[in-house]
């Protein structure tokens, strides 16, 4: 199977994907995005990374109420695709995003400082 097949179909099953999670949005305490699909070649497996946004109880319980819901979405972004075979449904936390958010905060406080991380003196020992 080329690789153009299937690159369409993790664009597909993401879109799918993510007009389902719109549905269940409601339910779910924290807000999550659909970042990537990677697909197996025979597209018969499909892992779905979910980036989630809130607290860490929101994200706990949603984390828990997405994989309860896995067999119907699952069964309900195949049946939206209209593949011959329904691929099995992996969920994958997906950390980039937060981590990002973390490492631009990081960087923020070091331009505050002059870019120097030692209060914009250079070359002298910080100050407690």
């Known amino acids: 199977m080329g690789p153009e097949r299937r690159l369409r179909a993790e664009r597909l099953y993401a879109q799918a994907f993510a007009e389902v999670l719109r549905e269940l949005k409601t339910e779910l305490p ?40 896995r067999p119907f979405l699952q069964g309900e972004v195949g049946r939206r695709m209209g593949l011959r075979f329904t691929p099995a449904l992996r969920i994958v936390p997906d950390r980039s995003i937060p981590e990002v958010v973390r490492l631009a905060g990081l960087t923020a406080g070091e331009r505050e400082d002059g870019g120097h991380g030692d209060g914009g003196r250079r070359g002298e020992p910080p100050t407690p």
């Open 30 to 69: 924290a807000m999550c995005s659909v970042v990537r699909v990677d697909m197996s070649p025979d597209l018969r497996l499909a892992r779905v990374h979910l980036s989630m946004y809130g607290d860490r109880a929101a994200q706990a319980r949603s984390r828990t109420l997405v994989e309860r819901a």
